[in-house]
């Protein structure tokens, strides 16, 4: 017999984003994840035919996709797959996360011409393939007298071992590639995944901005790598969408890398109907003593403060890192002992830590020396090392979290991306759950105030990648219809990010 869910009077997403490739520099995140094993020219090639397949829901003509490029030959028009007599390759959007990496490479080949092998970047990007995968062949292949069907096919080939490559190299693989292959679909329909499907039954959700472009560049000064749509051009669609979507809260993004980022968060706050401002330190910098950005930032929070306008900052040891890496990883910046000192100087700041610290501390075992006082947890504690803060709640970034929440009051966190209880066919990890269960509830009771600062978010991009985003909601629902969360329950849904949204600064 199925569990008896006993449903919040209301549900908000507090975590959740709309923008597809579009709005990201691929060629630069294809570069900087693979360690630099992916040259510039193949970064570029695989950037050109996905932007090519991302819809945009705000073109003047209502596109969804731009045209294709003209090529010197008819025969070049045609889709690889039709000239090689390969069965279309159809899927829906909840396929993509169950691909292994032939599905993803096929639904990529789906996306390229003819053309793309034989003329453009594609083309030169596969001579450069063939050069690093077989150093001691000098390319002579495609110099010797073939005939064009041979050279097509062969240069098939050529991509298939590309794009196979490339899923070897890049962190987390084929996860990433499903990603990108589900980010070209246009902005409504992203929306209409999340709230109509994945998360149907919030009656809001606020959605996020994200400006990464200078990051993914060795020299922030010269610009190599930056989005298909320029930041005017993405406030501009989100603006649109939020107008579309009476359910949606837009929050800015703020970069500190791009000259008069907050002259533009301020017009988007005061002009444009954004709510509030999405902070992102895996980028590469951090809340307070940042050595190269810490004047921006500074200004920043205090017009955030002066204008009452809530800030959400990333806040685990992970995420969509700039510096990805063993070693000293951009996530570190997202320690929330930054936002302990900045809270120090500007104590009223409206802020939410999302992730809440991420899931080590959360989902550790429970012992009898975990601080539950606030007064016990100390910056010096705190480690940037995933393995000790799985091991100790007081190492701990979800602890100090715990802390700020408890200690300011206008600091909240979220338990988006909080997935380890989660599994991706509808079930609970057992043992994450019971350690989740008892945390919060040994939090609660020491610390009531801190039931009032805990909400719901999902980071659904983030859960499509572990196949979790269409099971997440309902999984949460599940596990605080437990008994001893009825007092609990709708603060958590949506009564706590409604005095998250509404707060204001003392």
């Keep these: 017999m199925s569990k008896e869910i006993k449903r919040p009077k209301d549900i908000i997403d507090i975590h959740c984003h709309m923008f597809n490739l579009k709005y990201l520099p691929i060629a630069g995140i294809l570069v900087r994840y693979s360690h630099g094993w992916i040259p510039n020219i193949i970064a570029r090639a695989v950037e050109g035919f996905l932007q090519r397949n991302t819809g945009e829901s705000f073109t003047p003509q209502e596109k969804s996709f731009v045209n294709i490029p003209k090529y010197t030959k008819d025969i070049y028009s045609k889709k690889l797959t039709e000239y090689l007599n390969k069965k279309k390759f159809v899927y829906e959007v909840r396929e993509i996360f169950t691909f292994e990496a032939e599905e993803s490479i096929n639904a990529i080949e789906n996306m390229v011409y003819v053309g793309d092998l034989m003329e453009g970047d594609l083309s030169k990007a596969l001579v450069e393939f063939e050069k ?12 010797e007298v073939f005939s064009e069907d041979e050279q097509i096919r062969y240069r098939a080939s050529l991509l298939r071992r590309m794009l196979e490559k490339i899923i070897d190299v890049i962190e987390q693989g084929v996860n990433y590639i499903r990603w990108f292959i589900f980010m070209t679909n246009n902005e409504k329909d992203i929306c209409d995944r999340i709230t109509k499907k994945d998360e149907n039954g919030a ?6 901005m994200m400006d990464v472009d200078h990051f993914f560049n060795e020299n922030t000064t010269n610009l190599k790598y930056i989005s298909y749509f ?6 501009e669609n989100m603006q649109q969408l939020n107008a579309l979507n009476d359910n949606l809260i837009g929050f800015i993004a703020f970069n500190p890398a791009r000259e008069g980022s907050l002259e533009l968060v301020k017009k988007a706050i005061k002009e444009k109907g954004f709510k509030g401002v999405k902070f992102y330190p895996p980028m590469g910098y951090k809340a307070f003593g940042d050595l190269t950005y810490r004047n921006e930032i500074e200004e920043l929070v205090k017009f955030c403060v002066d204008e009452n306008v809530p800030l959400f900052t990333h806040c685990n040891n992970k995420g969509f890192e700039a510096w990805p890496g063993k070693k000293n990883p951009s996530g570190y910046n997202s320690n929330p002992i930054f936002w302990e000192q900045l809270l120090e100087k500007y104590n009223s700041l409206i802020l939410c830590l999302g992730h809440a610290g991420g899931t080590e501390g959360w989902f550790s075992k429970n012992k009898p020396d975990d601080f539950t006082n606030p007064e016990e947890i100390l910056a010096s504690n705190i480690k940037d090392d995933e393995f000790e803060q799985k091991c100790n709640w007081n190492k701990s970034y979800a602890s100090m979290v715990y802390k700020l929440c408890v200690k300011y009051n206008n600091v909240y966190c979220d338990a988006s991306y909080l997935d380890d209880m989660v599994n991706s066919d509808g079930s609970f990890n057992p043992n994450a759950r019971n350690n989740f269960k008892e945390r919060l509830l040994k939090l609660f009771s020491s610390q009531s105030i801190f039931s009032k600062k805990i909400m719901y978010g999902s980071d659904w991009h983030m859960l499509f990648q572990e196949a979790k985003n269409a099971v997440y909601l309902n999984k949460y629902l599940e596990f605080f219809s437990d008994d001893e969360f009825d007092n609990y329950r709708d603060d958590f849904f949506y009564k706590n990010a409604n005095l998250f949204l509404n707060a204001k600064s003392k």
Excluded: T
Aim: aromatic share 16%.
């Design 132 to 143: 690093l995968d077989n150093p001691d062949n000098e390319n002579k292949i495609f110099f």
């Design 230 to 235: 320029s930041f005017d051009k993405q406030v």
């Design 203 to 208: 009656s809001k959700y606020l959605h996020m």
